[in-house]
């Protein structure tokens, strides 16, 4: 072999071959590094070249496509103490009604996704209701207002601040000059100390000037109730800590009154009876409210019965007897004498640990009978306290006096901020014809409403979530309100445009919340920061000693029809629907789709009558009726719900809206609204209850969407239910708990149980929970405030009703013994986490397995969907996803935004899988990081899942059950605790306790 | 003794002396041939198949375009709901599986059993028990939420290394029914071989010779291979034969496994397979009266098949109709409150018109069969086997529906209602199977004419045409 001669004697070489130059080197050279491009393009004829290059020139101009510019903008150097990706949480304050709740909000990287109570708030102490916890989806509707509009009979025409801004300026000056001469302005009413404020300075900037102040669910009532009691109108809130014996007259004192959050927690706080005395509930309404069914005794009367009960009760109390005492009519017989009796003597014994409650839709001389007699048992001081209201106390006249105005011409400019009075205004002033003959008419609205669409003006209004503010809790304490994202569109809160009227300037509202923070409790040494940071001002609890009764408190004057135990036609009576209010939150597919508290209803309100009352009429469930009263008349399907007074039609207000949007209905966009617009026949001479309508059948049905049967139910079926109700939902009396604390337990026997497989062997964490049947009161805050943890769909009314309905927990509700007179039997189902699950064994692809803490884990991504996981749960707590309920975030561009409100920690599920409640995993997560960082073990408390966390009653406890020192695995093994279906050998890792009722032995 | 008989009726007298010819005596080889053979090949088929055919046709296509809009809209266009999460499919499924029980059992159990009245109508049953394995298969693989996926209940080897969940009665389901659809089809063909070698030597067009050709894998006849066929059958049969115990088991364990009540019972695999019997033989009834009259085959599956089919109907309904009587005594006897529950709530609640609807279908019905005018009757006979395989097709409606509507948590209670997409998928479903057995008539030799020949009483029966001695060999 020839060599090949080295150039140089220190040329270095790699390899032996390299150094001899061998054949196969020279061809693995050539190969490697061959002299020629082998994959050189094949010639192209110059001719054609320039074609193709001419061509792609041409396409090149011709085309608009290319890449969508954009810039990205990462942090050079992080905001210190930021952590990408890391929550964070904001106290804040929803103001509803005049009522400050304390939130504390999740935010995301600047996007708030969960709202959640504020545990620091003294008041409510970390609960919330369904409305604040739905208060994200709002914030991320894709129907909210982006920018101001013109209305131009009733088309919509896009303009801007800018726009409204030179429209308004010289009607501003003129104003100015003439000192608000024919303008008026019409708000909420708010508690907020810097409105007053503002309010103050519009009147003095413009002394002639109307300023309204409005809502349909008003408590004018009660204000002039404590009018007639005390000489002047008093806010007050109540002690249930220190009520032994409550009574609550038409008065939903667990939801609906002003201090309901704190309320449920401090009576279920007394429910237990492991502690002291259980206090007793006595309930007299006309409709089943959730403080009706969780009473220990209800009675069920006309709204009109309620004020000749009372006076009775007075009578009976103060010594009188018999006849003297009004003991006549339809309190002369069978249960109602007994209650009233019984009742008397309870409340007599119990002096100052007491409580009369009486809900705003009674008149004012209920509400001065039930202040004099709660003065005569000494509850004042005790458990009922007194302050100065901050809202205005007269609504109805206050929007009498504007519509008076509008139509006698005097207003020329009217200014609606915030509210919806062409829909919601009583039947009887005709606020829509009123408003037409305004010359310009502005509204300042979240939404497109029924109200923007009568205006020339539309102004988008800003979440709550985005703008600063404060308000009074129920127990006055002053509540700060600070934005957790800037405003998503160009609107303005109701507290900037209010400053922006006498000025034509938008204001800094945080400096407007801070001067009066700083006028009021920063006077006196509150520190704004730590404030802020609360969300509430520590010791600003605002109160009144006990004022005097007026020696005239106001007389009696209920109908002598009143006393009658039939009544004269039927009753109408008109309140608050629990998941849309007054109307307001008609487009928020949470609250729609959540199934009402005691009828289980979705997507609709409906004409609540008791079934005796319906067999009378001939009136099933679903049929449409037509009531008439005065001159008025209303369509609405009929639903039978036992518990409802004889001859009374329960409306509840806030459907049938004309103007919501996707949700609650559009007719100017041929969009279906849920419900019916009870409105139409509440008039202002009666806004809690009306006498002597007519009823009669149309002959047409609607279909109600229930998520649960009604109790109308085959025989087999009824039976059944009672059989398998007593076992699955137990409770009984004090008396009995006496006797036997572990009743509950012992209420079954199970065989001794023999496991088919071998069972796992749990070293670590042992999750479980507990929930207290005798603290929860179906309040649903739970259920949404799981839906919007878990990124849970809404399915429609359409899914509803073929029973598809997604939310992972839910509230079930059966009835017990005679129909007009119902026990309401609660219980919160979800997944109860089974040791030994049905549904892992039968999955075929072992899509759910068991986690080693114990926790039945779904992985969606190993999901194909077969469903006998679903068909195995005893629990039927498993829902599929039979379409793609999220399709609209996927497909459609407007849904982008509502994107946003998506927890990032949760998948997103897709159509063809399982989900089910996870006792909210990602929690867990997020606790053990931090846990494990510091070496240590998680601590009890540490994690809160969503609906323990929404709970106002502290029913629902989660932790640890190996930990012995935790609060659930005391609660675990607690006396009344026990679990269902035990038989089927499945280990729930929920227990529950049994509810313990406390019934007078009197009434038995 | 052949001489004498002169009708069909009178050959067929159940004188125990005498043994009775299992088919019509005056048949020799070379007419059970032409008769058969003649189906198959003429050019053209008679109107009414084409009309059978266009309709049965147009039923699967719009089959396959449902499964289209079900796979784009997802599972909802169905009626499951909530607590009712199976529904219609699973039905449907349990329904055409158990009608796939006759045909083996025909093949495999009455051979081993020496029933020779079997090879007039075997190979219809297989034929029958193959397309209904075929409407079964389908839809457990489209009742999936996420069909792209459905793969996944194979052990396929991945990268995840995930198995499937053994433990899993739907597990056991794909491998039983997919063995079952297997073995099924390997046992038809197989005893489709001499006869499609028959075919093959009578074909004229070069297509059919081509494609008989190949499917008569070069049958030639020779005592060699009759040898060799007529063991490798017998070990099939011995094969098929625990399969058709164990498919209707294992379906039934579906439930049976189940903790729900109404499903979770220990009488469910026997009780599945006599349903299954029953149902199979009443479709292979309701397909063979027609059949026999149209093509002309009422010398080869005579009156006494008929009839024979009439009793083990008679005497299935009957198990039927215990299991349905033990069930209600069972739950009661149990004394367990959830399962007294379901029957009483299957027989009075909601859904008692379909109970009572299966209850009259199965066993009340069939009980008509005691009498042998009725037997032998065949417009009474295809009456109540119709109301058999309605009756058939409720039971499973109600072991699915019933159970699920109404189980532990009353709150969670409902009601099914099947949607039109449920209704036309069991259409068409029904099409499909009608396409696949009217291609089975058009082209393949719908009588084992080989098995046939080999019941022929060939020693001492009249030689009318001179019959050829050596054709079928014996048995």
């Given at each position: 072999m020839?060599k090949?001669?080295?150039?140089h004697?220190s040329?270095?070489?790699?390899?032996?071959?390299?150094?001899?130059?061998t054949?196969e080197?020279?061809r693995?050279?050539?190969?490697e590094?061959p002299?020629?491009?082998?994959?050189k393009?094949?010639?192209?004829?110059?001719?054609?070249f320039?074609q193709?290059m001419?061509?792609?020139?041409?396409l090149?101009g011709a085309?608009?496509?290319?890449?969508?510019?954009?810039?990205?903008?990462?942090?050079?150097?992080?905001?210190?103490?930021w952590?990408p990706?890391?929550?964070?949480?904001?106290?804040?304050?929803?103001?509803?009604?005049?009522?400050?709740q304390?939130?504390?909000?999740?935010s995301?990287?600047?996007?708030?996704?969960?709202v959640?109570?504020n545990?620091?708030h003294?008041?409510?102490?970390?609960?919330?209701?369904?409305f604040?916890?739905a208060?994200?989806?709002?914030?991320y509707?894709?129907?909210?207002?982006r920018f101001p509009e013109?209305i131009?009979?009733?088309?919509?025409v896009r303009?801007g601040?800018k726009?409204?801004?030179?429209?308004?300026?010289?009607?501003?000056?003129?104003l100015?000059?003439?000192g608000?001469?024919?303008?008026?302005?019409?708000?909420?009413?708010?508690?907020?100390?810097?409105?007053a404020a503002?309010?103050e300075?519009?009147?003095?900037?413009?002394p002639?000037a109307?300023?309204a102040?409005?809502e349909?669910?008003?408590r004018d009532?009660v204000f002039?109730g404590?009018?007639?009691?005390?000489?002047r109108?008093l806010?007050?809130?109540?002690d249930l800590?220190k009520?032994d014996?409550?009574l609550c007259?038409?008065?939903?004192?667990?939801?609906?009154?002003?201090?309901?959050?704190?309320y449920?927690?401090d009576f279920?706080?007394?429910?237990?009876?492991?502690?002291?005395?259980p206090?007793?509930?006595y309930?007299v309404?006309?409709?089943?409210?959730?403080?009706?069914?969780a009473a220990?005794?209800?009675l069920?009367?006309?709204?009109?019965?309620?004020?000749?009960?009372l006076?009775?009760?007075?009578?009976?109390?103060?010594?009188?007897?018999?006849?003297e005492?009004?003991?006549r009519?339809?309190?002369a017989e069978?249960?109602?004498?007994?209650?009233?009796?019984a009742?008397?003597r309870?409340?007599?014994?119990?002096?100052?640990?007491?409580?009369?409650?009486?809900?705003?839709?009674?008149?004012?001389w209920v509400?001065?009978?039930?202040?004099r007699?709660?003065?005569?048992?000494?509850?004042?001081?005790?458990t009922?306290?007194?302050?100065?209201p901050e809202?205005?106390t007269?609504?109805?006249?206050?929007?009498?006096?504007?519509v008076?105005?509008?139509?006698?011409?005097?207003?020329?400019?009217?200014?609606?901020?915030?509210?919806n009075?062409?829909?919601d205004a009583?039947?009887?002033?005709?606020?829509?014809?009123a408003?037409?003959?305004?010359?310009?008419?502005?509204?300042?609205?979240?939404?497109?409403?029924?109200t923007?669409?009568?205006?020339t003006?539309?102004?988008?209004?800003a979440h709550?979530?985005e703008?600063?503010g404060d308000?009074?809790?129920a127990?006055?304490t002053w509540?700060?309100q600070?934005?957790?994202?800037?405003?998503?569109?160009e609107s303005r809160?109701?507290?900037?445009t209010?400053a922006?009227?006498?000025?034509?300037?938008?204001?800094d509202?945080?400096?407007?919340?801070?001067?009066?923070?700083?006028?009021g409790p920063g006077a006196?040494?509150a520190?704004?920061r730590?404030s802020?940071?609360d969300g509430v001002?520590?010791?600003?609890?605002?109160?009144?000693?006990?004022p005097?009764l007026?020696?005239?408190t106001?007389g009696a004057?209920?109908?002598?029809?009143?006393?009658?135990s039939?009544?004269?036609?039927v009753?109408?009576?008109?309140?608050?629907d629990?998941k849309v209010?007054d109307?307001?939150?008609?487009n928020n597919g949470?609250?729609?789709?959540?199934?009402d508290?005691?009828s289980k209803?979705?997507?609709?309100n409906?004409?609540?009558l008791?079934?005796?009352?319906?067999e009378?009429?001939?009136?099933?469930?679903?049929?449409?009726?037509?009531?008439?009263?005065?001159?008025?008349?209303?369509?609405?399907a009929?639903?039978?719900?036992?518990?409802q007074a004889?001859?009374?039609?329960?409306?509840?207000?806030?459907?049938?809206?004309?103007?919501a949007?996707?949700?609650?209905?559009?007719e100017?966009?041929?969009?279906?609204?849920?419900?019916?617009?009870?409105?139409?026949?509440?008039t202002s001479?009666?806004?809690?209850?009306?006498?002597g309508?007519?009823v009669?059948?149309?002959?047409a049905?609607?279909v109600l969407?229930?998520?649960?049967?009604?109790f109308?139910?085959?025989?087999i079926g009824?039976e059944?239910?009672?059989?398998?109700?007593?076992?699955?939902?137990?409770g009984?009396?004090?008396e009995?708990?006496r006797?036997?604390p572990?009743?509950?337990?012992?209420?079954?026997?199970v065989?001794?149980?023999?496991?088919?497989?071998?069972?796992?062997?749990?070293e670590?964490r042992?999750?479980?929970?507990?929930?207290?049947?005798g603290?929860?009161?179906?309040?649903?805050?739970?259920?949404v405030g799981?839906q919007?943890?878990?990124?849970?769909p809404?399915?429609?009314?359409?899914?509803?009703?073929?029973?598809?309905?997604?939310?992972?927990?839910?509230?079930?509700?059966?009835?017990?013994?005679?129909?007009?007179d119902?026990?309401?039997v609660q219980?919160?189902?979800t997944?109860?986490?089974?040791?030994l699950?049905p549904?892992?064994?039968?999955?075929?692809?072992?899509?759910?397995?068991?986690?080693?803490?114990g926790?039945?884990?779904?992985?969606?991504?190993r999901?194909?969907?077969?469903?006998?996981?679903?068909?195995n749960?005893?629990?039927?707590?498993?829902?599929?996803?039979?379409?793609?309920?999220?399709?609209?975030?996927?497909?459609?561009?407007?849904y982008?935004?509502?994107?946003?409100g998506?927890n990032?920690?949760?998948t997103?599920?897709?159509r063809g899988?399982?989900?089910?409640?996870?006792?909210?995993?990602?929690?867990i997560?997020?606790?053990?990081?931090?846990?494990?960082?510091?070496?240590?073990?998680?601590?009890?408390?540490?994690?809160v899942?969503a609906?323990?966390q929404?709970c106002?009653?502290?029913?629902?406890?989660?932790?640890?059950?190996?930990?012995?020192g935790s609060?659930?695995?005391?609660?675990?093994?607690?006396?009344?605790s026990?679990?269902?279906?035990?038989?089927l050998?499945?280990?729930?890792?929920?227990?529950?306790?049994?509810?313990?009722r406390?019934?007078?032995p009197?009434?038995? | 003794?052949?001489?004498e008989?002169?009708?069909?009726?009178?050959?067929l007298?159940?004188?125990?002396v005498?043994?009775?010819p299992?088919?019509?005596?005056?048949?020799?080889?070379?007419?059970?041939?032409?008769?058969v053979s003649?189906?198959?090949?003429?050019?053209?088929p008679?109107?009414?198949w084409?009309?059978?055919f266009?309709v049965?046709?147009?039923?699967?296509?719009m089959?396959?375009?449902?499964?289209?809009?079900?796979i784009?809209?997802?599972?909802?266009?169905?009626g499951?709901?909530n607590?009712?999460f199976w529904g219609?499919?699973?039905?449907?499924?349990?329904?055409?599986?158990?009608?796939?029980?006759?045909g083996t059992?025909?093949s495999?159990?009455l051979?081993?059993?020496?029933?020779?009245?079997?090879t007039?109508?075997?190979?219809?049953?297989?034929a029958?028990?193959?397309?209904?394995?075929v409407?079964a298969?389908?839809f457990?693989?489209?009742?999936?939420?996420r069909?792209w996926?459905?793969?996944?209940l194979?052990?396929?080897?991945?990268?995840m290394?995930?198995?499937?969940?053994?433990?899993?009665p739907?597990l056991?389901?794909?491998?039983a029914v997919?063995?079952?659809?297997?073995?099924?089809?390997l046992?038809w063909?197989?005893?489709m071989?001499?006869?499609?070698?028959?075919l093959r030597?009578?074909?004229?067009?070069?297509?059919s010779?081509?494609?008989?050709?190949?499917?008569s894998?070069?049958w030639?006849?020779s005592?060699?291979?009759?040898?060799?066929y007529e063991?490798?059958?017998l070990i099939?049969?011995?094969?098929a034969?625990?399969?058709?115990?164990?498919?209707?088991?294992?379906?039934?364990?579906?439930?049976?496994?189940?903790?729900?009540?109404?499903w979770?019972?220990?009488?469910?695999?026997p009780?599945?397979v006599?349903?299954?019997?029953?149902?199979?033989?009443?479709?292979?009834?309701?397909l063979?009266?027609p059949?026999?009259r149209?093509?002309?085959?009422?010398?080869?599956v005579t009156?006494?098949?008929?009839?024979?089919?009439?009793?083990?109907?008679?005497a299935?309904?009957?198990?039927?109709g215990?299991?349905y009587?033990?069930?209600?005594?069972?739950?009661?006897?149990?004394?367990n409150?959830n399962?007294s529950?379901?029957?009483?709530?299957?027989a009075?609640?909601?859904?008692?018109?379909?109970?009572?609807?299966?209850?009259s279908?199965?066993?009340?019905?069939?009980?008509?069969?005691?009498?042998?005018k009725?037997?032998?009757?065949?417009l009474?006979?295809?009456v109540?086997?119709?109301?058999?395989?309605?009756?058939?097709?409720?039971?499973?409606?109600?072991?699915?529906v019933?159970?699920?509507?109404?189980?532990?948590?009353?709150?969670s209670?409902?009601y099914f209602?099947?949607?039109a997409v449920?209704?036309?998928m069991l259409?068409?479903?029904?099409g499909?199977?009608?396409?696949l057995?009217l291609?089975?008539?058009?082209?393949?030799?719908?009588?084992a004419m080989?098995?046939?020949?080999?019941?022929?009483p060939?020693?001492h029966?009249p030689k009318?045409?001179?019959?050829?001695?050596s054709?079928g060999g014996?048995?």
């Open positions: 020839e090949r001669p080295l150039e004697a040329t270095p070489w790699r390899s032996l071959d390299e150094l001899e130059d054949p080197f020279r693995f050279l050539e190969r590094f002299a020629e491009d082998p994959e393009p094949p010639k192209v004829a110059r001719r054609r320039l193709l001419g061509a792609s020139v041409a090149a085309s608009g496509c290319r890449w969508e510019e954009d810039r990205l903008l990462p942090f050079a150097e992080r905001p210190e103490g952590i990706g890391k929550p964070r949480h904001y106290a804040t304050t929803m103001e509803l009604s005049g009522v400050g304390g939130l504390l909000v999740t995301y990287d600047g996007r708030p996704i969960k959640e109570g545990p620091k003294p008041f409510s102490r970390g609960a919330t209701d369904v604040a916890q208060a994200i989806l709002d914030l509707d894709p129907e909210r207002s013109r131009e009979g009733g088309r919509r303009a601040w726009e409204f801004h030179e429209f308004y300026w010289p009607m501003r000056s003129a100015r000059g003439n608000g001469e024919g303008l008026a302005v019409l708000c909420r009413p708010s508690s907020s100390p810097a409105r503002l309010r300075t519009f009147r003095r900037a413009l002639r109307i300023f102040e409005y349909p669910l008003n009532a002039a404590a009018k007639e009691a005390f000489g109108p806010e007050f809130h109540f800590s009520a014996t409550i007259l038409d008065c939903d004192l667990l939801r609906a009154e002003p201090g309901s959050l704190g449920a927690r279920a706080d007394r429910r237990a009876p492991e502690g002291g005395r206090n007793r509930l309930v309404e006309s409709t089943m409210s959730l403080t009706g069914a220990d005794h209800r069920a009367l006309r709204s009109e019965q309620i004020g000749p009960f006076m009775a009760l007075e009578g009976l109390v103060s010594g009188k007897s018999g006849a005492a009004g003991i009519g339809f309190l069978g249960k109602a004498k007994r209650f009233v009796e009742l008397a309870e409340l007599g014994t119990a002096k100052g640990r007491g409580l009369v409650a009486v809900g705003s839709r009674q008149p004012s509400h001065a009978l039930a202040h007699l709660n003065g005569r048992l000494g509850n004042h001081g005790s009922v306290h007194f302050r100065v809202v205005e007269d609504q109805t006249a206050s929007l009498g006096a504007l008076s105005a509008m139509a006698s011409g005097a207003v020329k400019t009217c200014f609606v901020l915030d509210g009075p062409v829909y009583p039947a009887d002033m005709d606020f829509g014809a408003y037409a003959k305004v010359e310009t008419r502005v509204h300042l609205a979240y939404s497109l409403d029924e923007s669409l009568a205006s003006w539309h102004l988008p209004m709550f979530l703008s600063w308000a009074r809790a127990d006055g509540c700060l600070q934005p957790l994202i800037k405003p998503l569109f809160s109701v507290l900037e209010l922006y009227l006498p000025e034509g300037r938008w204001p509202a945080k400096k407007l919340v801070r001067d009066a923070f700083d006028r006196s040494g520190d704004w730590l802020l940071r001002v520590k010791g600003s609890r605002a109160g009144l000693g006990v005097k007026s020696p005239k106001g004057n209920a109908a002598p029809s009143a006393w009658e039939r009544a004269r036609g009753e109408l009576v008109f309140d608050a629990p209010h109307g307001r939150f008609a949470w609250l729609q789709e959540l199934p508290f005691i209803l979705t997507w609709d409906a004409a609540f008791a079934p005796r009352t319906a009378r009429m001939g009136v099933s469930q679903g049929d449409v009726l037509r009531i008439g009263a005065g001159g008025r008349s209303l369509e609405i009929a639903y039978i719900l036992p518990g004889e001859d009374s039609i329960f409306l509840p207000l806030g459907y049938g809206r004309k103007e949007g996707v949700v609650g209905g559009s100017a966009r041929g969009i279906p609204s849920p419900g019916f617009d009870t409105y139409a026949l509440r001479a009666a806004m809690g209850f009306a006498e309508a007519e009669v059948k149309t002959g049905t609607h969407a229930c998520t649960q049967d009604h109308a139910i085959d025989e009824r059944g239910r009672a059989e398998k109700v007593h076992d699955l939902v137990r009984g009396t004090l009995e708990y006797k036997d572990e009743f509950a337990r012992h209420q079954s026997h065989p001794p149980l023999e496991s088919l497989w071998e069972e796992h062997e749990y670590g042992r999750w479980g929970m507990t929930i207290d049947l603290r929860c009161t179906g309040c649903n805050a739970c259920v799981c919007a943890e878990n990124n849970i809404i399915v429609g009314k359409e899914q509803v009703l073929e029973g598809r309905e997604m939310q992972w927990l839910r509230i079930d509700r059966y009835f017990k013994g005679d129909p007009e119902p026990e309401v219980q919160p189902m997944c109860q986490q089974c040791e699950a549904c892992e064994q039968v999955c075929p692809v072992a899509a759910t397995t068991h986690s080693e803490e926790l039945n884990d779904m992985v969606y991504n999901c194909v969907g077969t469903r006998y996981c679903a068909n749960c005893p629990f039927k707590v498993r829902r599929f996803n039979y379409f793609n309920f999220n399709k609209k975030l996927d497909y459609d561009p407007d982008r935004i509502a994107r946003l998506k990032p920690e949760v997103i599920r897709h899988v399982m989900e089910k409640c996870t006792f909210c995993v990602q929690r997560h997020a606790a053990r990081i931090p846990a494990k960082n510091e070496g240590r073990p998680i601590r009890d408390g540490e994690v899942t609906c323990q929404a106002p009653t502290g029913a629902i406890v989660f932790g640890d059950l190996a930990d012995e609060r659930v695995a005391a609660s675990f093994s607690s006396d009344r026990y679990q269902t279906l035990a038989e050998n499945i280990k729930p890792r929920i227990a529950y306790l049994a509810r313990i406390n019934p007078n009197e009434l038995g | 003794m052949s001489s008989i002169t009708t069909t009726a009178e050959f007298s159940d004188d125990p005498k043994r009775a299992l088919v019509d005596p005056r048949l020799d080889y070379h007419s059970v041939t032409e008769t003649a189906i198959a090949e003429r050019p053209k008679p109107k009414a084409y009309a059978a266009a049965a046709l147009s039923l699967t296509l089959l396959f375009a449902l499964i289209g809009y079900l784009v809209e997802g599972v909802g266009v169905w499951n709901n607590p009712a219609f499919p699973i039905v449907n499924f349990v329904f055409w599986v158990g009608i796939g029980h006759a059992l025909i495999a159990i051979f081993l059993f020496r029933q020779k009245w079997r007039s109508i075997n190979r219809f049953a297989e029958m028990t193959i397309f209904a394995v409407c298969g389908l457990p693989g489209i009742h999936v939420g069909i996926f459905a793969y996944w194979f052990p396929v080897p991945n990268q290394e995930m198995w499937p969940n053994f433990r899993s739907l056991w389901d794909v491998f997919g063995t079952y659809a297997t073995v099924s089809l046992f063909y197989f005893g071989i001499p006869d499609l070698a028959t030597d009578r074909a004229r067009s070069r297509l010779k081509i494609l008989y050709g190949v499917f894998l070069g030639t006849g005592a060699r291979e009759w040898h060799r063991r490798s059958y099939l049969a011995a094969l034969t625990p399969l058709v115990l164990s498919v209707h088991s294992v379906v039934s364990f579906d439930f049976a496994v189940a903790q729900l009540p109404g979770h019972t220990t009488i469910f695999p009780y599945f006599a349903g299954a019997i029953f149902s199979g033989f009443a479709m292979v009834q309701t063979m009266v059949a026999r149209f093509f002309g085959l009422e010398k080869i009156m006494r098949h008929i009839e024979n089919m009439n009793k083990v109907i008679l299935t309904g009957s198990m039927v215990y299991a009587g033990i069930e209600f005594f069972i739950a009661w006897y149990s004394g409150p399962e529950f379901v029957f009483l709530n299957r009075f609640g909601p859904y008692a018109w379909a109970y009572w609807i299966m209850v279908c199965n066993v009340i019905f069939p009980q008509l069969f005691w009498f042998k009725i037997r032998r009757n065949l009474i006979t295809m109540i086997v119709m109301l058999v395989n309605v009756g058939m097709w409720f039971e499973r409606f109600v072991i699915v019933t159970s699920l509507s109404r189980d532990f948590v009353p709150a209670w409902g209602k099947p949607t449920d209704l036309l259409l068409g479903s029904f499909l199977f009608f396409t057995f291609l089975f008539l058009r082209f393949l030799p719908i009588v080989a098995e046939v020949k080999g019941v022929m060939h020693d029966g009318e045409k001179g019959a050829p001695e054709a014996e048995r």
